[in-house]
């Protein structure tokens, strides 16, 4: 039951450039979606959110886009540094529930 | 910035013994919340609880699992018999309400080793 994809597994970026992390989902009763961002042996860090009243959200460096009627979204960071080399998962979840559903996680690696 | 923490960090475990894992939330928070992550997979909802009750759980938390909140900063999670398949890496999270746009905030998470 794979209601969020994360299909890429990795992504190699150059320090400076912009990092597109992709997630695609296939519950269209999902209305809250979050960026998280996870270092080995640490627990998941909250990077961004977005509701699904709106189709972008921006915090710094970070921006959430969300393509509804393609069930799509996606974290742009811009531009990208040596520490953002982490695992990044999106996550989504129902305003009737309480759990979060995780993608399976793409490994960024910004290289110097 | 407060944060939630997780005791221990690491447990290993022999098959068929009961394991508690230790979560203090963020203090003014008061939704909580288990997930796991087994070595390569994704995370996974377990259990969520609120006002001392669960208020919702996965097919996962089976009757083997209970969680606890045994005073006014501590949540526990129980395995009472565990096997190699619990073999995971288990984190804590709580949040402050159960609003739709509420952020749920993790803790480093407790390594645990079936063997």
């Known amino acids: 039951d794979q209601q969020v994809k994360q299909n890429s597994p990795s992504l190699s970026v150059q320090e400076g450039r912009i990092s597109i992390l992709n997630c695609d989902y296939t519950?269209?009763?999902?209305?809250?979606f979050l960026w998280y961002k996870k270092y080995p042996a640490e627990g998941p860090t909250f990077l961004i959110s977005i509701s699904s009243i709106k189709d972008k959200n921006e915090d710094g460096r970070f921006t959430v886009f969300l393509n509804k009627s393609a069930k799509h979204l996606s974290l742009h960071i811009v531009p990208s540094q040596p520490g953002d080399s982490a695992v990044y998962f999106c996550a989504a979840k129902t305003s009737g529930t309480y759990k979060y559903i995780f993608g399976t996680g793409t490994r960024l690696k910004v290289l110097a | 910035e407060p944060e939630v923490t997780q005791t221990p960090s690491h447990q290993v475990t022999q098959m068929g013994q009961e394991v508690i894992l230790r979560c203090v939330p963020i203090s003014n928070h008061l939704y909580f919340y288990w997930y796991r992550q087994i070595l390569g997979q994704k995370v996974e909802f377990l259990v969520s609880?609120?006002?001392?009750?669960?208020?919702?759980k996965s097919e996962i938390f089976d009757d083997q699992f209970s969680v606890e909140r045994p005073d006014g900063s501590n949540f526990t999670l129980k395995i009472r018999s565990t096997k190699l398949e619990d073999s995971a890496m288990y984190f804590c999270a709580s949040s402050d309400t159960r609003a739709v746009q509420e952020t749920q905030y993790f803790g480093p998470g407790t390594r645990l080793l079936v063997l």
């Open positions: 609880f609120y006002n001392n009750e669960i208020s919702e």
């Open positions: 519950n269209s009763m999902f209305d809250y």
